[in-house]
């Protein structure tokens, strides 16, 4: 069974750091490429937004929103991603989805982890 299942978001001040990770299961993970999106729940809802991705050879790409603020990492023994996410803003508050996808795995979603930056 295909699980992928985030932690780490939680409230954090301006300016301050969280590191989420998304564990997975039920697949080979070190053969996917794993992303980090994120949707605001402010009304109306957004479109899920693509924050950053990483391929399986360890290559990375960003949404411009993010770069230089944010990086991704993967540890395939630990059959984890990782979203460190320094210099936080309000507009970053959201809730953060992993998510990967293949032909055979369809398209996989986690259940999200709320990030919330305020002060």
């Known amino acids: 069974q295909v699980q992928l299942v985030e932690s780490g978001g939680g409230l954090v001040q301006p300016g301050g750091s969280l590191r989420l990770s998304c564990a997975a299961s039920g697949f080979t993970f070190s053969r996917y490429a794993m992303k980090w999106y994120r949707r605001e729940r402010q009304p109306p809802e957004k479109e899920r937004e693509l924050?950053?991705?990483?391929?399986?050879?360890?290559?990375?790409n960003y949404a411009d929103s993010v770069k230089g603020r944010f990086t991704i990492s993967r540890d395939n023994g630990k059959n984890t991603v990782y979203l460190q996410m320094n210099g936080l803003k309000p507009e970053d508050t959201a809730v953060y989805y992993c998510n990967t996808w293949g032909r055979n795995l369809g398209d996989r979603w986690g259940q999200g982890t709320q990030v919330t930056v305020s002060s």
């Open positions: 924050v950053a991705r990483i391929g399986i050879d360890g290559s990375t």
